[in-house]
T-cell receptor, first 112, second 112 residues
Framework: ELKVEQNPLFLSMQEGKNYTIYCNYSTTSDRLYWYRQDPGKSLESLFVLLSNGAVKQEGRLMASLDTKARLSTLHITAAVHDLSATYFCAVDSKGGADGLTFGKGTHLIIQP | DTAVSQTPKYLVTQMGNDKSIKCEQN?????MYWYKQDSKKFLKIMFS???????INETVPNRFSPKSPDKAHLNLHINSLELGDSAVYFC???????????FGNGTRLTVT
């Protein structure tokens, strides 16, 4: 059974700081996704990582994938309050037929 | 135009009742899903439906049944509702393998 572990699960940080969220998964996969969820809202796709070494950047967020280590990271640079949300990583190990397996999410609070 | 739409947004009902949640997508996707998000925000796949093939998460009670009248619709029927069914249910659609899933806005189900 595929397991996806994120850490930390809760993160409070100050504006202007940098931090990294980690996502480890237990079985072979080269398809990993990052989503953002605001309170009471739906999930918004942030990044799609489809190969070893893939790196994607959007604004202050950068995601990477190391399939050999079964590890993805989401790096936040110079955080701003608007990035406060819950971030999920999700892994597809069976070609989509079984959907995505999600991590438990990282609840990120960025203090002004 | 909303890509993935769910109705109702909120559903409050008593134990033992039967209820349905509707989902429609206008993205032309082949595969649709139902996810359950519990009070701790943990997301778990319940069903995926692709070209009339239904894949069921074995942990889902048989009181839950998806019904798909056509490729653009996947409804969720729940019989004999229990307190533990209270959660947010998300419908999603996508092309497996390379693209992220698109999620609906969720249906918050409260069983009293």
């Amino acid at each position: 059974e595929l397991k996806v572990e994120q850490n930390p699960l809760f993160l409070s940080m100050q504006e202007g700081k940098n931090y990294t969220i980690y996502c480890n998964y237990s079985t072979t996969s080269d398809r990993l996704y990052w989503y953002r969820q605001d309170p009471g809202k739906s999930l918004e796709s942030l990044f799609v990582l489809l190969s070893n070494g893939a790196v994607k950047q959007e604004g202050r967020l950068m995601a990477s994938l190391d399939t050999k280590a079964r590890l993805s990271t989401l790096h936040i640079t110079a955080a701003v309050h608007d990035l406060s949300a819950t971030y999920f990583c999700a892994v597809d190990s069976k070609g989509g037929a079984d959907g995505l397996t999600f991590g438990k999410g990282t609840h990120l609070i960025i203090q002004p | 135009d909303t890509a993935v739409s769910q109705t109702p947004k909120y559903l409050v009902t008593q134990m033992g009742n039967d209820k349905s949640i509707k989902c429609e997508q206008n993205l032309g996707h082949d595969t649709m899903y139902w996810y359950k998000q519990d009070s701790k925000k943990f997301l778990k796949i319940m069903f995926s439906y692709n070209n009339k093939e239904l894949i069921i998460n074995e942990t889902v009670p048989n009181r839950f049944s998806p019904k798909s009248p056509d490729k653009a619709h996947l409804n969720l029927h729940i019989n004999s509702l229990e307190l533990g069914d209270s959660a947010v249910y998300f419908c999603a659609s996508g092309y497996p393998y390379t693209a992220p899933l698109h999620f609906g806005n969720g249906t918050r189900l409260t069983v009293t």
